[in-house]
């Protein structure tokens, strides 16, 4: 597609349990970037990754969280033994050269 | 470092009427600067952008102009729809080699206009 695509859309999970969420930026864009936004909260800044440049995890709330880039293009965000606070929608962008684009989103409910 | 302040939410209109936000920025070198907007219910898209000091930025009647002098980039419309009611973002970025490194965003407002 022409967009930035997430999945799942929705995912709803038990508290302890492992997610991953995905990411397909769009095509030939380099840069990546992860954000969460918390329920009635604004725009938390969670990973960068830039090319073949070690990315920009000084956002990652704790070690529970990771994310990875394979072959330069999906992503994945790892949240291992989910918390209650965890739950929000998390989004992610891509860009080459200009203003980065934003995916629908993975809305993550802990329960 | 570098962040952005957005005026405190929410803002209510009447349709036809004229919008200001206000969003200011602290930042080093020569960031761009973006307006996202957020539609109930759905994802954040990008409304416009400048990337140097005097660009105005303008898409679906909203303008911002980069001011370096005074680090700010007001949002503005002349008149204001029902189907403007949104959260507004702004938002910097400074160039990364060849591409924009992260994004900082103001807290956002939220936008209500009635009919």
């Known amino acids: 597609g022409a967009g930035v695509s997430q999945s799942p859309s929705n995912k709803v999970t038990e508290k302890g349990k492992d997610v991953e969420l995905r990411c397909d930026p769009i095509s030939g864009h380099t840069a990546l970037y992860w954000y969460r936004q918390s329920l009635g909260q604004g725009l938390e800044f969670l990973i960068y990754f830039q090319g073949n440049s070690a990315p920009d995890k000084s956002g990652l709330p704790s070690d529970r969280f990771s994310a990875e880039r394979t072959g330069g293009s999906v992503s994945t965000l790892t949240i291992q033994r989910t918390q209650q606070e965890d739950s929000a929608v998390y989004l992610c962008?891509?860009?080459?050269?200009?203003?980065?684009?934003f995916g629908p989103g993975t809305r993550l409910t802990v329960t | 470092g570098d962040s952005v302040t957005q005026m405190e939410g929410p803002v209510t209109l009447s349709e036809e009427a004229f919008l200001t936000i206000n969003c200011t920025y602290t930042?080093?070198?020569?960031?761009?600067l973006f307006w996202y907007v957020q539609y109930p219910g759905e994802g954040l898209q990008l409304l416009l952008k400048?990337?140097?000091?005097?660009d105005k930025g303008s898409n679906k009647g909203f303008e911002a102009t980069y001011r370096k002098e005074t680090t700010s980039f007001h949002l503005e419309k002349g008149s204001v729809q029902v189907s403007d009611s949104a959260v507004y973002f702004c938002a910097l970025s400074k160039k990364k080699g060849s591409t924009l490194g992260r994004l900082y965003f103001g807290r956002g407002t939220q936008l209500t206009v009635w009919p």
């Open positions: 962008a891509s860009s080459y050269g200009s203003s980065p684009l």
């Open positions: 400048a990337t140097k000091a005097d």
């Open positions: 930042a080093t070198g020569y960031p761009s």
